[in-house]
Structure formats: structure tokens, C-alpha cells
């Protein structure tokens, strides 16, 4: 049967609608982390710790990702940083929120990443942290490197953006920059790492989603959805129809 161009675009959308609603994020966290028994399990691979479970997390998804988290498992404290004017509509408990700068960090940026040091200084080797990773992750977490100031790093960034920068050389500048990006965070924790990524990027690279502050040799990072997963829910729907 021949569809028409009123047809394919009411089709299209339809499928799109259906792809974002898959890929929400309580809807994955739900479907991709368990607690049985006492015991975590992300993707049905066991997460073995004996202390207690730590989180923070960065993105324009992660004020959602920990409200899901949150009811999930026993989580002892955390920080999100998440873009300005989303924070109060959270319903979180012991995870807190800090509202900061998007596209380009400000002051919140740095109070969310000063945060998150005060809370690696708590966190025992034992004890486990989550890290909720999304787009937009880049600017809600900063600490200037020695040498630039976040006046610097946003001229410089804007500089970047309208010059028509790719994500790849945007973000590898940004961790240049950055006390926290590339890594840098994720060595202030002394604990086991589990990062739950929501992938904004083409191919995924885990030091690109949001500059990749917490990536690092032995931590456990975990794709729950990317824009593959986006076009399977899409295709699945249309396959249905």
C-alpha cells in the first residue's frame, strides 16, 4: 500500500513519540538496575560492594535518573547537578540537586562540582559510587584547571561553538580545561565506580558524554540508551504498525 507524505510524516512522528517514551529515564532505570536481596545487579550483572552506595550525577536527564534511582535502592547520599529552573520540580530525598548553567557553566557548575569532592572525601574504599551521565553534562560540572578561570572557559567554549566544533573537539578542550572533566573526578574517589550513561554522542565514546569526568581505568560503565537505541524503539514501532 502507498502511503502519502501526510501519511509517512504522521507514521514518522508517531514512531518518534513512541522511541522517546521507551527512553525515559525512570523507565530505564527501572527496567536496567535491580535490587534483590540486599544485593545491586545493572544490566543483570552482579555490582558487589560492602558498604554503603554513594551517587552523583551530571545531565539534563539526571535530576530524573536519581528520582528513579532513589526508589530503586538504598542510596546513603548524593548530588545531581541539573540545568537551571528543573530542580525544584524534583521529588528527591537523599540524593540533593544543585541548579547550574547550561549550555555554558557558571557559579553552580562549580558549587555542584566542589559538592561532589566534599563527597568523594566521605566515600571508603568499600563503599560504592553510581554516576548518572547525560547530555548536557559538559557545563553542569566544573572546577577551573590551574591557568583558567570559568570566564575562560566559557569565552572559549562559545569561541568553539561558533566555529562549528564537533562534540568530539568541543569536549576534548573542555577537559583541558577542566579540574573535573577526563577523568579527573573519578580519581578523587578511592571506591568502585558504576557509571549509568544515557549517551548524547554518535559511537558512544564514554570520555566525550559529558566530558567524562567520572570514566576511568576500572570503572564499570554501563550504555542504558543511545540514539541506536532511540532508532531500535523506533523501528520496533513501526515494525508493529
Known amino acids: 500500500m502507498r502511503l502519502s507524505v501526510k501519511q509517512k510524516s504522521t507514521f514518522a512522528l ?31 550483572k552482579p555490582i558487589p560492594y560492602t558498604g554503603k552506595i554513594f551517587c552523583i550525577g551530571f545531565g ?40 547550574a548553567g547550561h549550555p555554558y557553566p557558571d557559579r553552580g557548575s562549580i558549587e555542584s562540582a566542589k559538592k561532589m569532592l566534599a563527597l568523594a572525601k566521605k566515600a571508603k574504599r568499600n563503599d560504592l559510587l ?34 562549528g566544533a564537533g562534540i568530539h ?17 573519578a580519581r578523587k574517589f578511592k571506591c568502585k565506580i558504576v557509571n549509568l550513561v544515557l549517551s548524547d554522542v554518535l559511537g558512544n565514546d564514554l570520555r566525550t558524554i559529558a566530558s567524562g569526568p567520572t570514566i576511568k ?12 537505541t532511540a532508532v531500535e524503539a523506533a523501528a520496533k514501532y513501526l515494525r508493529v504498525r
Open 130 to 163: 553510581i554516576v548518572l551521565v547525560s547530555g548536557g553534562g559538559s557545563a553542569l560540572v566544573e572546577l577551573p584547571e590551574k591557568g583558567f578561570t570559568l570566564e575562560k572557559i566559557v569565552g572559549r567554549t562559545k569561541n568553539l561553538m561558533l566555529s
Open 14 to 44: 508517531q514512531a518518534a513519540a513512541h522511541a522517546v517514551k521507551e527512553l525515559q529515564p525512570n523507565k530505564l532505570l527501572n527496567e536496567k538496575v535491580e535490587w534483590k536481596k540486599g544485593k545491586l545487579f545493572v544490566e543483570g
Open 169 to 185: 573537539e568541543l569536549n576534548a578542550e573542555r577537559r583541558k580545561m577542566s579540574a573535573v572533566k577526563g577523568g579527573k573526578l
Open 60 to 99: 539534563k536527564a539526571a535530576g530524573r535518573m536519581a528520582e528513579a534511582l532513589e526508589k530503586i535502592i538504598p542510596v546513603q547520599e548524593g548530588v545531581v547537578s541539573v540545568p537551571r529552573g528543573t530542580g525544584k520540580a524534583l521529588k528527591l530525598k537523599k540524593i540533593r540537586f544543585v541548579e
Open 217 to 228: 581505568k576500572g570503572s564499570l560503565d554501563f550504555v542504558l540508551a543511545s540514539s541506536e
